[in-house]
């Protein structure tokens, strides 16, 4: 990454003032800052943020109907199965 992204800060009255992707690409883009590694992210945390709604549906569902849910986790041993873990067992 040049310098220039390293000093490269956004003010909380412009974050505030983005409203579309747009926006934040004419943010970035005098900086030299990677644009695809922040719409990456971008997309990461939308999809994680719907799935996440869909956990909470679930939730509500089995505790409105009395049901039992088995939760399967799939992926190699540390592969960050406990902190998915223990999110969706501190939001119980």
């Avoid at 690409?25 to 695809?36: G, H, M, R």
């Avoid at 509500?60 to 041993?77: H, P």
């Amino acid at each position: 990454m040049n310098e220039a992204a390293n000093d490269f800060l956004i003010s909380q009255d412009d974050f505030n003032s983005l409203e579309t992707r747009g926006d934040l690409l004419n943010l970035l883009k005098p900086s030299n800052y990677p644009v695809e590694k922040v719409l990456d992210t971008i997309n990461y945390e939308q999809q994680l943020s719907n799935l996440q709604a869909e956990l909470v549906k679930l939730q509500q569902w089995v505790i409105k109907k009395n049901k039992k849910v088995a939760i399967i986790f799939e992926g190699r041993d540390a592969a960050g199965k406990g902190g998915g873990n223990s999110k969706i067992f501190s939001a119980s």
